[in-house]
């Protein structure tokens, strides 16, 4: 569907219009200070973020009651998952046509340093707090991907449209892409996500809202001492949309509240809290914790790179026109 080529203009066209002189690159960034300053005073986010891990968000079922692994089992893991890589590496089941090979993938392959076995902190069993029906509703729309129906564009998923996948968009479910760049000016604090070129500004000032409802919600940001906290409302209500992680729907009745602390030279501790009380049974937290390291997560580093999506969406014609030869084989 996508392709990453080198082309990071449109974050060196933002960086530019929205950066003033000495705002990246200020000397406190990478320093051993876990709180580095702006040049005007506030925390400063400031990188290019990664949250790869090969924590799963919920707690496995096999798990239900260990909530974290020993060294040795974490350390079974990775060296788990890299052999599978090794093995299934551009393999495709029989009658699929696959998909990449491990080379375009940049999932990660360590888990977090707290070795927890799902990064949902809260409820402590680890599991998403569905309202009676809803989980039903979601395992029916997970067991739909790469199956069909394949009717219309309306069966895509919503990344496969090249839309979103919706917010929050750093927790680790993309096998590539999980890269984040934070920049801030005077009262704002700009993010853009690698994966379909997600830009937030988020006002960190008193700002009213303008009550326009979108895909990923309207932002406002506050600091509360050295944490950068971000209440977003006023998604547009897309709850009738196919989506490939059910719990990121844009819904009107959805509040996200996030938090950002700079940890360290190299760490932000990152938690958000989702409250939906059409959807969720109470508000639930997530741990997903952010390093500029991206080698201790085992994934690559550089530069910001360009999603290409949309030139075409090959794959959305492709499988359109694909279910339509299996129709007419059929009646044949």
Known sequence: MSHRLLAPVFAAVALAVLVPGGAMGQEGVGSSSPSPRTPWGEPDLQGLWTSATLTPLERPRRLADKTSLTDEEAAAMEQQTIENWAANDGKAPPGSVGGYNQVWLDSGSVITDSRRTSLIVD?????????????????????????GPFDTWTDMDTGERCITDGLPNMVPLQ????????????????????????????????????????????????????????????????????????????????????????????SIDYTFTMEDPEVFSQSWTVSAPMTTDHASRGVTAGQLWEYACHEGNHAMINVLSGARILEARAKD
């Open 175 to 266: 096998p590539y892409n999980m890269n984040l760049l934070v920049f801030q000016t005077p009262g704002q604090v700009v993010m853009l996500h690698e994966m379909y070129h997600e830009l937030r500004v988020i006002p960190t000032r008193d700002r009213p809202l303008n009550g326009i409802e979108q895909w990923t919600g309207e932002a406002r940001g506050r600091w509360e001492g050295d944490t950068l906290v971000v209440e977003t409302i006023n998604f547009v209500d897309k709850s009738d949309a196919y989506w490939s992680s059910p719990w990121r729907k844009s819904r009107s009745s959805l509040r996200l509240v996030e938090r950002f602390t700079r940890v360290g030279p190299e």
């Open 123 to 147: 409820p402590p069993d680890g599991a998403i707090p569905w309202a009676p029906g809803a989980k039903e509703i979601y395992e029916g729309e997970v067991a739909r991907y790469g199956v």
